[in-house]
């Protein structure tokens, strides 16, 4: 698995991530937010080719304000699999 918690803590194996991409064009990681008006706050994005399609995917340090966690991301064998948590 790319991501693993525990009760406080979210760990993120970002070199797991970019294995399953085809290519990877573009990182980028925000430490922090930049204001009230940064909705994303701090963050990570990955822009690049999955399966000859192009894709950009941005992991939030937290849930939105409307949102609950809920789904976790599973890279094994290259694969980009979203699994509902429970």
């Known amino acids: 698995m790319a991501v693993h918690w525990t009760d406080t803590l979210i760990f993120f194996d970002l070199q797991q991530l970019i294995y399953v991409f085809d290519r990877v064009d573009e990182m ?3 430490s922090q937010g930049f204001g009230p008006w ?5 963050h990570i994005s990955i ?4 399966q000859k399609h192009n894709i950009w995917l941005q992991v939030l340090a937290e849930a939105p ?6 789904m976790k ?7 980009l699999k979203a699994v509902l948590i429970e």
């Open 38 to 42: 940064d909705y994303d706050g701090p």
């Open 28 to 30: 980028n990681w925000r």
């Open 65 to 70: 304000a409307d949102t609950k966690p809920g």
């Open 47 to 50: 822009g690049g080719i999955y």
């Open 73 to 79: 991301l599973d890279t094994t064998g290259k694969r």
